[in-house]
């Protein structure tokens, strides 16, 4: 797999410059906003194509990273106690219980990638969920701002609430000690790539809204 790597990494890198330019534009805004599902889907089929153990472990992983992350959206949006009282709109496609099913994937998706990142840099396992969880948190302040101008999802509030990045710490911090937990090969050379393209896509998209540039 490792020869189609450069290639991977371009498609992704093109993916999410393109996608920061046409959601930027007014005009093409509708099309690139339509897109956002297919994006994450292909975000997604990149970056496990490149995983190299597919065990019975990590296919549990996956299914219970998905299925808790789609589960604790649901009972965010339905209770407010989690996350603040929040709703999707419909940029990220079909939803059931008012979540777009997207949101299980993306959840597995940041998780996997967070959890690489650390296998790499932090030599002490214990200590790794704690930090995969604040690399999640410090994802998530970029995204807000733009998930919201986006119409990702909106809050009843006028601010994000506090509780919204604890909810998001904790979360994490429980699918990261599972995917610390499971016995698998935890090595994927795109998943840095995948995480530093969602924070150049989410930081620079509010950089260039911030500063006018369309």
């Known amino acids: 797999m490792s020869v189609y790597f450069p290639a991977a990494r371009w498609l992704l890198i093109s993916m999410h410059i393109a996608g920061i330019i046409g959601l930027l534009h007014p005009f093409t805004r509708p099309l690139f906003l339509a897109l956002v599902p297919f994006n994450l889907v292909v975000t997604a089929g990149l970056l496990f194509m490149f995983h190299r153990d597919y065990r019975l472990s990590f296919v549990l992983f996956c299914l219970l990273a ?64 704690f930090v995969g969880a604040a690399l999640m948190v410090l994802l998530d302040l970029f995204i807000e701002p733009v998930a919201v101008r986006y119409g990702f999802w909106e809050w009843h509030s006028a601010q994000i609430p506090l509780r919204n990045y604890v909810g998001w710490y904790l979360t994490s911090l429980l699918l990261l000690t599972l995917f610390q937990a499971l016995p698998f090969r935890k090595e994927n050379q795109l998943a840095p790539w995948v995480y530093a393209m969602q924070l150049v896509f989410f930081c620079g998209s509010a950089l260039l809204w911030k500063w006018n540039f369309f």
């Open 66 to 129: 998905f299925a808790a992350g789609f589960a604790v959206e649901v009972a965010g949006v339905h209770t407010g106690l989690i996350f603040g009282s929040y709703s999707y709109g419909s940029t990220l496609g079909i939803r059931q219980w008012e979540v777009p099913l997207l949101i299980g994937l993306n959840w597995l998706v940041l998780i996997y990638c967070t959890g690489n990142i650390t296998e790499r840099m932090i030599p002490v396992s214990l200590a790794r969920p």
